[in-house]
């Protein structure tokens, strides 16, 4: 039970996730099989920690190659799709799972289609033919839902001037403005691997919560999957400074019609309502360019892409000489259109 | 064969191209009339002949002789009367007698300044550009130099008459250093977006993951405190005490004009 593999029940072949249909399907017979059907039991099989050091691929009987953090892979030798049942149960069974809808081709489709449209981009780099591997990867998230009760107390004023005589009359007002708000925040996205960028990750987003499924392991037959390094209470911090900042700019959102406001004090609690561990879908793209590897992620639902493609000079000058010459010709057309100052 | 021939054609339109961009100033050159009355001898021969050039140049471009008068002596009158009577005896005008000017005039003996324009002269250098000129150039002429003031208002008057009537010539939008630095930091700030925005933006907000349902504003207080008045004296038009503005008039001869005067 540590091994979890598919075999289709009528032929035999291993059966993998179906990105297309969402289901877990068999490529040789066309069998497809519903995955909220599957038994969970694995969830509840307590397993002793660290016990196992070893995992052994039950279709050639080959010593899986795994390091400590992996929960899904494929036989390096068989191909064959594994999913390791004692590292996704207990408290490390996650609650939630987004499936991937984009599958390994149109995942490519996306890329190339995006690295023609970098603006700034080596041409070298745009045809993506040195994309060195593609790797389809559940990546673990915690899902916050947050309660923020927020207060600020800050001075308004209000500006108006007008001319009497020789004289210029400025009237300022001032208004003392307080906000007390409680706003609740669902399922904010942090990821919790090690491995991954912060950064990158959190470019990612947005995800569409209405295919979020309850977790089961069919869902990973085929792709990589990691579990959390960091628990919800680790990554909270990291949560709440974002959610703070949504907070306060929620309170200025509120304050309107003044000229200026200046924040006397502000007051953020943000409280943990819940926190769900959801594995996201990410293509991982490794690509070669200049003898250095580039990473790219590409959110397995939607297709966006992130990452930092390098940059050419070259064009980087050509779209400064371009935007600045067309600017000083329309500044040039303005000035002659109004006065016809040359 | 053929190309040589082509080569020869070439040549020769080349050379009738050179002789007459040679010719064509030369010929200018002999359709000028004098530019600059120094009676008042404030100018050296070569000064005078190199105010002449200028001068000849911007009034051909503008259709509108750009004219430096001088005097220590005004015959008893007012600097505008003596510019007018001076207008109306000599028939200025680029393109008929009293016709297209802009005529700068240096009253030595009261130390007075008057800058006025004629017919297009009135139309495109009016008052209040009038004023801008001679404040301008006051400065050179209160510190005696006459020919940086001569040629700042031949090079001025040129300017303004390139910007519709009624417009301020001074406007930022018309200096060519503002055109290439707005350019240049349009550009620049869409590159570094652009490359700043190469690697994916993040593209969810507070609002992408709020409950709105539960989510509420429960104090809300703006109160009026109080309110403070402050006031400020109007920065006043003239700049200088040298007395300036006047405006325009018309000339005995029935010649309307349009003029800044002050003293330096």
Redesign the interface.
């Known amino acids: 039970m540590m091994v979890i593999q598919y075999k289709c029940p009528d032929c035999g072949a291993d059966m993998f996730f179906d990105s297309e249909s969402g289901k877990l399907s068999c490529d040789s017979c066309g069998r497809k099989d519903n995955v909220e059907d599957f038994p969970k039991d694995f969830i509840y099989n307590v397993f002793t920690e660290g016990e196992t050091v070893e995992y052994h691929c039950k279709n050639c009987g080959a010593v899986i190659l795994t390091d400590t953090d992996t929960t899904a892979t494929t036989c390096s030798f068989c191909g064959s799709g594994v999913v390791l049942g004692d590292r996704l149960s207990g408290n490390m069974a996650p609650a939630k799972v987004i499936p991937f809808t984009i599958s390994k081709e149109e995942a490519m489709k996306e890329f190339k289609a995006w690295c023609k449209n970098?603006?700034?981009?080596p041409k070298g780099f745009m045809t993506a033919d040195r994309v060195k591997s593609i790797a389809g990867m559940y990546v673990p998230f915690w899902l916050y839902d947050l309660q923020s009760k927020g207060?600020a107390d800050a001075v308004?004023t209000k500006v108006s001037s007008y001319?009497r005589g020789?004289?210029?009359?400025?009237?300022?007002?001032?208004?003392?403005?307080?906000?007390?708000?409680?706003?609740?925040?669902?399922?904010?996205p942090v990821d919790a691997s090690e491995k991954m960028n912060d950064e990158l990750m959190?470019?990612?987003?947005?995800y569409d919560y209405s295919q979020l499924k309850d977790f089961n392991t069919p869902y990973l037959a085929g792709y990589l999957a990691e579990k959390y390094n960091y628990d919800d209470k680790q990554l909270f911090s990291r949560v709440k400074s974002r959610?703070d900042?949504?907070?306060e700019?929620?309170i200025a959102s509120?304050i309107k019609g003044y000229h200026t406001t200046s924040y006397k004090n502000k007051q953020i609690d943000t409280k943990q309502i819940d926190a769900h561990y959801t594995l996201i879908p990410v293509w991982m793209v490794y690509y070669d360019y200049n003898k250095s590897e580039h990473i790219f992620a590409m959110n397995g639902q939607t297709g966006?892409?992130?990452?930092?493609?390098p940059?050419s000079y070259g064009k980087?000058a050509a779209?400064?000489?371009?935007?600045?010459?067309v600017?000083?010709i329309v500044?040039?057309s303005?000035?002659w259109i109004?006065?016809?100052?040359? | 064969m053929k190309n040589k021939l082509h080569k020869r054609n070439f040549s020769i339109m080349m050379l009738f191209v050179f002789i007459i961009l040679i010719i064509h100033p030369v010929m200018a050159i002999e359709e000028t009339s004098q530019k600059v009355y120094d009676f008042a001898g404030l100018l050296t021969a070569e000064e005078v002949a190199s105010l002449e050039s200028i001068s000849n140049k911007y009034s051909q471009k503008r259709q509108v002789d750009i004219i430096i008068l001088t005097t220590k002596d005004t015959q008893g009158k007012d600097v505008v009367q003596y510019m007018e009577d001076f207008y109306d005896e000599k028939g200025l005008g680029y393109d008929k007698p009293h016709g297209n000017t802009a005529i700068l005039t240096i009253d030595l003996e009261h130390r007075e300044v008057y800058v006025a324009g004629f017919y297009k002269g009135e139309e495109y250098l009016d008052n209040s550009r009038c004023d801008l000129i001679r404040e301008k150039i006051t400065p050179d002429l209160s510190g005696g130099d006459y020919y940086e003031a001569f040629q700042a208002f031949i090079k001025l008057s040129y300017?303004y008459m390139?910007?519709?009537p009624g417009?301020n010539?001074e406007?930022i939008?018309?200096k060519l250093w503002?055109?290439?630095l707005?350019?240049?930091i349009?550009?620049?700030f869409?590159?570094i977006a652009?490359?700043y925005n190469?690697?994916?933006?993040?593209?969810?907000?507070?609002s992408?993951?709020?409950?709105s349902n539960?989510?509420?504003?429960?104090?809300?207080?703006?109160?009026?405190?109080?309110?403070?008045?402050?006031?400020?004296?109007?920065p006043s038009n003239n700049s200088n005490g040298s007395g300036g503005g006047g405006g325009g008039g018309v000339s005995s001869g029935g010649h309307s004009h349009s003029g800044s005067r002050g003293s330096f």
């Open positions: 970098g603006l700034l981009t207060h308004c001319t020789d004289y210029i009359y400025t009237e300022t007002s001032y208004y003392d403005v307080h906000r007390s708000v409680d706003l609740q925040y669902i399922k904010v959190d470019k990612l987003e947005p959610t900042k949504y907070v700019s929620y509120t966006k892409v992130v990452g930092k493609p940059i980087v779209w400064f000489t371009g935007i600045a010459s600017s000083f500044l040039k303005v000035a109004i006065g016809g100052g040359f | 300017q390139g910007v519709k417009v010539p406007n939008l018309f503002f055109q290439v707005a350019a240049i349009v550009a620049g869409s590159v652009m490359a190469s690697g994916g933006r993040i593209t969810t907000r507070g992408t993951y709020m409950d539960n989510s509420r504003i429960t104090n809300r207080i703006d109160n009026y405190v109080r309110t403070v008045t402050t006031k400020q004296k109007k």
